[in-house]
């Protein structure tokens, strides 16, 4: 049964569409809309979690436990995150996945010894699912503690199992997390939540569509990010989309052991690791070479090696022979990168 929730600000009234006379469409002219005094969003993480509702998704295993740890304490307290501003206030942070012993030593190992914990950062390790009275009692939370955001890790351990209505599961999607983006757009705050990509979906060109299950989450919230990480290595990505994001550059970070740190523009650090892959293979080529020997060894697209080759001879990086290959500047020869 879908549960209801009771608010004295009727936040949850839907608006009824009938043809019958008691309801009748009350649109506002464009122009009064135009001079109207709106209330802008808010951020809880500036260019990365709007108010509204968030979706982080990322294969499991991939740190994505420990980023949302470090927001919830960086958000709870007013700290930069990843080099972004925050706006103080309160933090829900529901780690259904984690036992208090594990987030105990997980907040030691990311706060120094000398910091305290935020007052206003609150943990639970236990919520119903949604459609079975958790979206009740953590809408009568917000009520009394008015966050400035809401963390549910994972989408998985709270949302519906079973479907009475006979709907496909793009259906109960929507349903569902309509009602969660509803819950914090009430109370004008953010809520996270944190979901699984699909298996090999981090690396797909379309990284929107790799959410596990329906799209029926992805298009309904305001915002997505995605953890990009491969097995092992202590570099990432965090590709980020939405529709009040006015940047959508991807962000390089690096493990830290624990957490991330923010390691600059995801663009630049690829390109840099680009650069130092093709010194490297000339160097161990000892000998000039073209364009197309470096992108079939490196398995680059010829054009954007060539283009890249081209930027770092006008660099000074690299230098030409007379034959037109490739060879390293003087000073690059025994450079250490």
């Not at 819950?183 to 690396?203: N, T």
């Not at 596990?212 to 990505?237: E, F, H, P, W, Y």
Request: glycine share 8%; aromatic share 6%.
């Amino acid at each position: 049964m879908r549960a209801g929730i009771t608010s004295s600000n009727d936040c949850y009234s839907s608006i009824p569409f009938t043809y019958g006379d008691e309801t009748k469409l009350k649109p506002i002219r464009a122009m009064d809309l135009q001079k109207a005094s709106i209330r802008q969003p808010l951020w809880a993480v500036e260019q990365l979690i709007p108010e509204g509702l968030s979706v982080l998704a990322a294969p499991p295993k991939s740190g994505k436990s420990f980023l949302v740890l470090q927001m919830s304490l960086a958000v709870s307290s007013g700290k930069p995150f990843l080099n972004q501003e925050t706006l103080e206030g309160p933090v829900l942070y529901c780690a259904l996945e984690d036992s208090w012993s594990r987030l105990v030593g997980r907040i030691g190992a990311l706060l120094e010894h000398s910091v305290t914990i935020p007052e206003e950062l609150h943990l639970l390790n236990e919520l119903p699912r949604l459609d079975e009275g958790g979206l009740s009692v953590l809408g009568e939370w917000m009520e009394v503690n008015r966050p400035r955001m809401v963390i549910i890790d994972t989408w998985g351990k709270t949302k519906p199992t079973t479907n009475s209505r006979r709907e496909n599961a793009y259906e109960t999607d929507v349903r569902v997390v309509s009602e969660v983006k509803k819950l914090a757009d009430c109370h004008e705050c953010s809520i996270l939540l944190v979901h699984h990509l699909r298996k090999g979906g981090a690396k797909d060109s379309d990284w929107l569509e790799s959410l596990s299950g329906s799209m029926g989450l992805g298009g309904t919230a305001d915002a997505i990010l995605s953890l990009v990480r491969n097995r092992g290595s202590k570099q990432a990505i965090l590709k980020r989309s939405g529709r009040d994001l006015e940047i959508e550059d991807d962000l390089a970070l690096e493990w830290l052991e624990p957490g991330w740190k923010f390691s600059g523009e995801a663009s630049e650090v690829k390109m840099t690791e680009e650069r130092k892959a093709i010194i490297s293979l000339i160097r161990e080529a000892k000998e000039p070479v073209n364009y197309g020997f470096v992108a079939d060894v490196l398995g680059k697209n010829r054009n954007t090696t060539k283009s890249l080759m081209r930027k770092m001879l006008l660099a000074g990086v690299l230098r030409t022979t007379s034959r037109g290959e490739f060879t390293l500047s003087d000073e690059y020869l025994s450079k250490e990168l």
